[in-house]
């Protein structure tokens, strides 16, 4: 158990700086899952705090510890890789035992402590077997539990589950998540799966191209993301982009000429901003219905996908480039040309300056949250 | 395989089979020849491949035993043929021994290490191993005499001598090495690094137990190589005690007597080490040893 400190980390690969000064202060027991578009140093972040990647420049603090020079058992840290990387030669046993067996303890004493840990994670069964006549699902509770029976202060998963099938990763995700409920141990988690993120992270850290944009809750990132790029990367259709200018401001909120010719009212305080700046209204897909009200956007249907739970429309309207995406009730009788005309609460939607940077918005939260601000 | 075949494909079987056995003979003869002069009375080099008359003469001077022949007269074994299996074992399996030592841990410096370099040695090693060792005979000899006066049991006529020549013929096993150590995952040691492994113990416990097949692919090619090798043992071994079976054989066929027979019986003698090893090492040469750890 403990707390990590990431203070100014940096990372360089030859002249190529991946990381650009990281702070990040995680604390003891807390979920942490980071999140970014592809190639953005996740993995290498992780790998940094494991001791994979040498630091190069910075501080990193494991329970109130520098640990930068530590190798990696030293700083009490336990990796669960993409690959599982189970050593294939050795049996299960043989694999979860194989840190302790380095760690000069005897048979008789790590022996009962494998078996506990094969009997949490339901592979005890298992034991005598070789990792490739294991399942997927298997070889990756093996790598978890080789994890676990070092008992470390904190906890590295680098995207564990995106080897697994659909049905699969939810099961592992939701052992993941008691798994961390019963050991109460820092965990770090990468991974690229928004579900995963939101439902496992205690707070998520959104990384691009080697800086964090936003730390916050799930809640807290959904609801009020920092910036466009916070904003646009969760959520699934992701959110709607409208441009346009100021037209005016009220108490209200802001009132936006879009491009397309609509005016629509959005309501978030208007800070420093004035009529006339270049401004970008977000809508997430699920905000928008299917009706008319106060912010109407019209088009015609470009395409219409049924997932059973809800009808995803893309419309091409004068407001945006993109088509607009919005999630509408299930079985909608739309087609293909349709014309339609979408709407939105001016309490629902967001704003971003010229240089992509969030206006505060009006409204609360919904409640039963327990949103902490950690914004940088 | 059961899948449905075409009907032609039948004839390409018979075509592709008849083929193959054609080339399998052709390879096998020389061989069957060498066998067949073995157990032929007299050095006779020409002759049918199955002999008239099965005589065990040349086998019995090869195995170190005297016979008695046609007119009479007692021979004795003329030289030491056992005595020079001995040799040429025990300089294969230490040469053997010191590649596989010695290019296993180059080519994880090659394959896992970052240092400067690195590239232009890979390429080098390569292009030094493309001169032909023969070339530089007279060159080994001078060396070796050299290094003799100061350290003599690595000098000329010594085995030592023989297996630091062959020990330095490691460049192409380093490549065979560093290939299969590329196709395995750095997580690998990784995840043992992060067990708790030094550097070597994950090169130990995990990176060498995967790449045991090709490691006795090594050793099994550097201890042919050793036993077979003629021009570098012949200018360094002298002495009849020292020689290797390669070398030594060739002492039958002095200008004026071949003696193909005995010849013969010793060149196939030479070959029963490498069978035999290749029999043992055969188990450790499975497929899939490394399947397994990583997805999939
Ligand atoms: N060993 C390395 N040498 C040089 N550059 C590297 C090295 N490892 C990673 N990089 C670079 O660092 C950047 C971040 O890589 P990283 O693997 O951390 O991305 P990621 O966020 O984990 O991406 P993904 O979601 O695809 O796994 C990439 O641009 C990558 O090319
Ligand atoms: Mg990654």
Same mark, same amino acid.
């Not at chain 1, 034991?127 to 399942?135: D, G």
């Given at each position: 158990m403990a707390a990590v400190s990431l203070k100014g980390i940096c990372k360089d690969f030859g002249t190529v700086r991946t990381l650009h000064g990281i702070d990040l202060e995680i604390r003891d027991g807390e979920f942490i899952v980071f999140v970014g578009p592809?190639?953005?140093g996740k993995s290498t972040l992780l790998r940094s705090i494991a001791g994979l990647e040498e630091i190069s420049e910075g501080e990193l603090q494991i329970d109130l510890q520098?640990? %930068? @020079?530590?190798p990696p058992v030293k700083r009490g840290i336990s990796m669960v890789f993409q690959s599982y990387a189970l050593y294939p030669h050795m049996s299960v046993f043989e694999n979860l035992a194989f840190g302790l067996r380095l760690a000069h303890k005897s048979k008789a004493e790590y022996t009962p402590q494998v078996e506990q840990v094969a009997r949490v994670l339901q592979i005890d069964h298992l034991?005598?077997? $070789?990792? $490739? @006549? &294991?399942?997927g699902g298997q070889r990756q509770r093996v790598a978890i539990g080789r994890a676990i029976v070092q008992r470390p202060k904190v906890f590295l998963f680098d @995207?564990? &589950?995106? %080897?697994?099938?659909a049905s699969l990763r939810v099961q592992m995700r939701i052992e993941i998540a008691k798994l961390h409920r019963e050991l109460a141990t820092t965990m770090i988690y990468v991974t690229h799966d928004q579900v995963e993120a939101m439902t496992l992270a205690d707070r998520i850290v959104v990384l691009r191209a080697g800086r964090i944009e936003q730390v916050g809750s799930p809640t807290e990132l959904y609801h009020r993301p920092a910036n466009r790029f916070v904003a646009g990367f969760m959520g699934s259709p992701s959110m709607n982009f409208l441009p346009g200018r100021i037209a005016q401001i009220d108490e209200n909120g802001i009132v936006v000429a879009l491009s397309g010719g609509a005016r629509v009212s959005v309501q978030v305080a208007p800070g420093r901003a004035l009529p006339g700046d270049e401004v970008c209204v977000g809508v997430r897909p699920e905000h928008l219905h299917l009706a008319a009200g106060d912010n109407e956007l019209a088009g015609e249907a470009m395409a219409i996908e049924q997932l059973g739970d809800s009808t995803v429309l893309y419309l091409q309207s004068a407001a945006a480039a993109e088509p607009l995406a919005a999630r509408l009730p299930p079985l909608l009788p739309l087609s293909h040309g349709d014309a339609c005309t979408l709407s939105f609460a001016p309490h629902h939607a967001h704003l971003f300056d010229v240089t992509g940077k969030a206006f505060e918005r009006m409204s609360p939260i919904p409640a039963a949250t327990t949103g902490e601000s950690y914004s940088l | 395989m059961a899948m449905v075949q075409d009907k032609s494909h039948l004839g390409k079987i018979l075509a592709a089979h008849a083929g193959l056995i054609a080339f399998l003979l052709l390879t096998m003869f020389p061989f069957l020849m060498i066998v067949s002069i073995s157990l032929r009375p007299g050095n006779f080099a020409s002759g049918s491949l199955i002999p008239d008359t099965i005589s065990f003469e040349h086998w019995k001077l090869a195995l170190g035993f005297s016979y008695t022949d046609a007119s009479g007269r007692l021979i004795a074994p003329p030289f030491p043929v056992l005595h020079w299996l001995w040799n040429s074992v025990k300089i294969a399996l230490i040469t053997a021994s010191v590649v596989l030592l010695l290019s296993t841990t180059s080519a994880y410096a090659f394959a896992r290490l970052k240092f400067r370099g690195k590239e232009l040695g890979l390429s080098a090693l390569l292009l030094v191993q493309m001169f032909p060792a023969v070339l530089s005979l007279i060159a080994i000899y001078a060396i070796f005499d050299e290094i003799g006066n100061y350290v003599p049991w690595l000098g000329?006529?010594?085995?030592g001598s023989v297996i630091l020549a062959y020990a330095g013929g490691i460049a192409l096993h380093i490549w065979t090495i560093k290939g299969y150590f590329d196709t395995i995952p750095a997580e690998m040691e990784e995840a043992a690094i992060v067990d708790g492994a030094s550097h070597f113990q994950a090169f130990w416990h995990v990176l060498l137990p995967m790449a045991l097949p090709i490691l006795c692919v090594v050793f099994l090619l550097a201890f042919i190589g050793a036993i077979i090798e003629y021009p570098v043992a012949s200018i360094l071994l002298h002495q009849e005690q020292n020689l290797t079976l390669a070398v030594g054989s060739k002492?039958?066929?002095y200008e004026q007597n071949y003696l193909w027979g005995d010849f013969a019986a010793a060149a196939i003698l030479s070959g029963l080490p490498i069978t035999l090893l290749f029999v043992v090492a055969q188990r450790w040469m499975v497929n899939g040893l490394s399947s397994g750890g990583v997805k999939g």
């Open positions: 592809s190639g953005c520098r640990v %930068n @020079e530590l034991l005598t077997r $070789k990792p $490739k @006549e &294991l399942s @995207e564990p &589950l995106s %080897n697994l099938d | 000329i006529d010594s085995h002492l039958y066929l």
